[in-house]
């Protein structure tokens, strides 16, 4: 059923994950005629719940800290059971139980139990990123660390080797892999992978490569993707700061060598554009710009296989972006285009052609084209550059005397719109793709990917998208995402290296830095940064 089992590594990641749930949830339809382009096996898993009914809740394993998890319940009202700590204490005696004051539910959260119109969210109501969820988890999937507390001012949870020493001592005691994500695993039929959301600029990038270790070791040929989330570091100290580079680099590192692919999300420091409205001091904002990415660019592994055309797995694309085996780092960029009311409805997402109010095509006003010739190691005409770069642009500015205006050498670039009413194959398109799978000429650089469903605007996401007229989208939008392995990741890598090697422990410093160089050299196989093919991007 081409399963996918999500891992999700700390509050980052919740915020970022609770927002791609809701949107799966939201292509559920339940109408006898209806059927959703999206295959809801390949998130979603069947069971039955404490009172017989059944259930179908997401394939996911949650961590977060102790307070993390906010008004949301391990035992929801599809799994009602004693929870009584005195009966299975084995202790003979009486038992005093002292419990913690519960958090209060959201005024959202009570209307979504109570079946009334939700409020509308905002900045200051968002505490947690339970206060926005929409979906049930099974008990499982629940996996709270008390071992350190969220926000905590005491010991807070920022430093690389925290997040090592902790899944360290719990996988010694509780073997983690085989107590929490073995049950989902083993009950898929056949798997196409793991995704992997994580903070990598906290502790959490550390919990999340001994997690990867441990994931590799026992699931060898498994194609792992890791999102990669990072808060936005302006106005913060320059030793936090610091801190932060330091654990990225150090993820980056570790993961590098045990993902299929790895992609970092932060928020650009740059002007964005501006139909986008954002509070980027707001998680539950910045993880919803973060997961409209990351749910657009992996539209294509959820769609139905009747869709043979754009349907795809996460195989599959990581042999499309890793061209020489060895450049797991992949870019992430998007477009925002506003989408026009669909004149017929698929579900609960229509068509769009991207359209403005006044007629104008959005596409070609917000983002830019690379038309490129070709190159040594195959084609990249119809290559892209997208107005919003979630791939850490301003890394590029950690390195003062680093070679300005070099332009961008693509290896492999996957593009994927969404929203479009018409998505059928350009002739050129179809003739690359059919003389590729034949090896007749050399293998495209661009892959393009299309479907009609629109990205939702509910109720659970922030209004952070507007019209030209500066109006709240809602319904949906459509959107253009670009997944590219290029040359930046050797410059942003070697700004990073050279900005934290001298901060990094002597005992790991040699190792870390000579891992981050081997990451910048294998961008340059196939192409030299310093021959004149920095020309063929023109």
């Known amino acids: 059923m081409r399963e996918i089992i999500t891992l999700q590594l700390g509050q980052q990641s919740n915020y970022l994950a609770n927002h791609f749930w809701n949107a799966q949830e939201s292509y559920f339809t339940y109408g006898a005629d209806e059927e959703s382009p999206i295959d809801h096996d390949v998130h979603f898993r069947p069971g039955i719940g ?138 898929a039929d056949q798997m196409q992978g793991l995704q992997v959301m994580t903070g990598v600029d906290d502790a959490w990038g550390g919990f999340a490569a001994k997690y990867m270790e441990r994931l590799r070791d026992e699931y060898g040929k498994t194609p792992i993707w890791v999102f990669g989330a990072q808060e936005p570091v302006r106005g913060l100290p320059r030793e936090k700061r610091l801190l932060k580079l330091v654990n990225k680099a150090r993820a980056l590192a570790e993961l590098n060598s045990q993902a299929s692919l790895v992609i970092p999300i932060a928020l650009p420091e740059t002007p964005l554009p501006h139909i986008l409205q954002l509070d980027a001091s707001s998680r539950w904002h910045v993880s919803a710009l973060f997961a409209a990415a990351l749910e657009s660019v992996t539209l294509y592994t959820r769609l139905r296989t009747t869709d043979r055309v754009y349907s795809s797995n996460l195989g599959n694309m990581t042999d499309l972006l890793n061209v020489f085996g060895k450049q797991t780092i992949a870019n ?10 669909p004149q017929q409805q698929n579900g609960t997402n229509g068509n769009s052609n991207g359209l403005n109010g006044r007629g104008e095509n959005v596409r070609s006003l917000y983002e830019t084209g690379i038309g490129e010739e070709g190159s040594e190691s195959g084609s990249q005409k119809g290559a892209a550059t997208l107005d919003i770069d979630l791939s850490s642009p301003q890394d590029l500015n950690l390195d003062p005397n680093r070679r300005r205006g070099r332009k961008r050498h693509i290896f492999s670039q996957v593009l994927a719109d969404r929203g479009l009413q018409d998505i059928e194959l350009t002739d050129e398109e179809r003739e690359a793709r059919e003389q590729s799978a034949y090896g007749m000429r050399r293998r495209p650089k661009v892959h393009n990917y299309r479907s009609k469903v629109a990205f939702p605007i509910i109720d659970s996401y922030p209004k952070i998208f507007h019209d030209v007229y500066g109006h709240p989208v809602k319904d949906h939008v459509s959107i253009r995402t670009a997944l590219s392995t290029d040359s930046t990741v050797t410059d942003k890598v070697k700004a990073l290296r050279s900005t934290v090697v001298r901060s990094i422990g002597l005992e790991d410093r040699e190792t870390i830095g000579n891992e981050l160089a081997e990451i910048a050299e294998s961008y340059k196989e196939g192409w030299s940064s310093d021959s004149d093919d920095d020309d063929d991007d023109e």
Do not use: C
Request: aromatic share 10%; net charge negative.
């Open 50 to 187: 404490s009172d017989g009914s059944e259930t179908f809740m997401p394939r996911t394993v949650i961590y977060d800290l102790k307070g993390g998890f906010g008004t949301l319940r391990k035992i929801n009202a599809l799994y009602e059971i004693d929870d009584d700590a005195s009966s299975s204490s084995l202790w003979p005696g009486q038992t005093v139980v002292h419990r913690q004051q519960p958090i209060g539910a959201s005024a959202y959260q009570e209307s979504l139990d109570t079946g009334q119109a939700p409020p509308e969210l905002t900045t200051s109501t968002v505490r947690y990123w339970s206060d926005f969820n929409r979906v049930f988890f099974h008990p499982k999937s629940i996996i709270q660390l008390s071992e350190y507390e969220l926000n905590s001012t005491v010991m807070p949870f920022e430093k690389w080797h925290m997040g090592e020493e902790l899944f360290a001592s719990l996988d010694k005691e509780h073997d983690l892999l085989d107590r929490d994500l073995r049950p989902f695993i083993e009950e």
């Open 332 to 341: 992430l960029e998007m477009s925002i285009t506003e989408a026009q009311q």
